[in-house]
């Protein structure tokens, strides 16, 4: 998750962000020259690192990995780039890239410079339009609903991107594939394995009633309102944020996802998206899927199993953390609060697969 508009000064460790390094980088790049002007570190969920500053009057966001790259860290952040590259010149709000370094060499990690958003993250700010009128709320979430829409409509093989994903039997890998993950956690030391009623029954019943026809499309894949910027003076969508689950597949699944995470209040689900979570005035699902139609000429018959995709698909990333939590890999807290929202899910699946 992306919050552009959360900040606070930093002392940049080296190994992180080598200004000096970086400086000839941007130079080489004709970009505008001179001393680099103070760094603010932007917050948000992911592990990934973002960094402002500015340099010869312009502003710049850096986005790179964590200090302990992952496996694939430099490839997710170099498939970022080049997505955001491909949807610079298309009406889709998303970051701007300025350019992009794939040499891992120059600061130890791929990186990328995009432009600020003007914008906030409802995660972590709610402005007093906002925060007051729970119709402004409700525009907020139709304008998300839009966003995904209008994304999955493009051509993606016209924007240069046929060999972004994998689209040949996307949704018959889902089931088989984070069932994989989920045995996977067992590794991890004093797990006592996942605790989740119904995963079977959930797995088997969406093998069962998976949709036989469908478009691909390009897919933001974490499409939840928390990685959405708005605008400060409207409802509207400034930018979708945090692209690192893009790919190629099945468009609907989005849909799904903003559905499955729609947050409601007194929930546990509902304390991921902080203060919007709490506020509520979201739309209803009924008006969600009824203005994703308005934009998209899906056939819109199977979104219930989409959503109970989303609920198992998430559910078991949540349940990731959780397993961490048991081998000290993350904390006891966030773990068990993960775990709750992913019994939630898992409840939420079922009900809509009765």
Not at 4 to 12: G, I, T, Y
Request: aromatic share 8%; hydrophobic share 40%.
């Amino acid at each position: 998750m992306i919050a552009m508009s959360v900040s606070q000064p930093v002392d940049v460790d080296q190994s992180i962000a080598d200004f000096a390094a970086i400086g000839r980088w941007m130079d080489e790049r004709g970009l505008p020259s001179g001393a680099f002007g103070a760094v603010t570190a932007l917050g948000g969920g992911t592990q990934n690192i973002m960094l402002r500053f500015t340099r010869g009057g312009r502003e710049y966001v850096l986005r790179r990995g964590p200090k302990h790259l992952r496996a694939k860290s430099n490839e997710v952040i170099g498939r970022e780039s080049r997505l955001l590259g491909a949807l610079a010149e298309t009406e889709i709000r998303a970051p701007r890239v300025i350019a992009a370094c794939d040499d891992d060499t120059v600061i130890g990690a791929v990186f990328y410079l995009m432009e600020p958003i003007d914008g906030f993250n409802p995660q972590t700010e709610m402005p007093a339009l906002h925060a007051g009128d729970p119709e402004i709320r409700r525009q907020m979430g139709l304008s998300a609903v839009e966003a995904i829409a209008r994304l999955g409509m493009l051509d993606y093989q016209a924007l240069g991107l046929a060999d972004y994903g994998h689209p040949e039997g996307f949704l018959e890998r889902q089931v088989p594939r984070w069932l994989r993950e989920l045995d996977s956690y067992s590794a991890n030391q004093g797990y006592p394995g996942p605790r989740i009623p119904g995963v079977e029954w959930i797995g088997d019943w969406l093998e069962r009633h998976r949709p036989t026809e469908w478009t691909p499309g390009i897919m933001h894949g974490d499409c939840h309102l928390a990685n959405m910027m708005f605008d400060y003076d409207s409802p509207q969508v400034a930018a979708m944020v945090d692209w690192e689950m893009s790919t190629i597949g099945d468009p609907l699944l989005d849909l799904g996802w903003q559905l499955a995470t729609r947050p409601e209040p007194g929930m546990t689900a509902a304390a991921m998206m902080g203060k919007l979570g709490t506020l509520g005035g979201l739309p209803s699902t009924a008006e969600m899927v009824e203005h994703y139609a308005k934009f998209s000429e899906r056939d819109l018959s199977a979104v219930p199993w989409y959503t109970v995709l989303a609920c198992f698909k998430l559910g078991i990333v949540l349940e990731g953390t959780h397993a961490r939590a048991f081998a000290g890999k993350a904390p006891v807290r966030i773990g068990d609060f993960l775990h709750a929202v992913t019994l939630e899910l898992f409840e939420k699946a079922r009900q809509l697969a009765e």
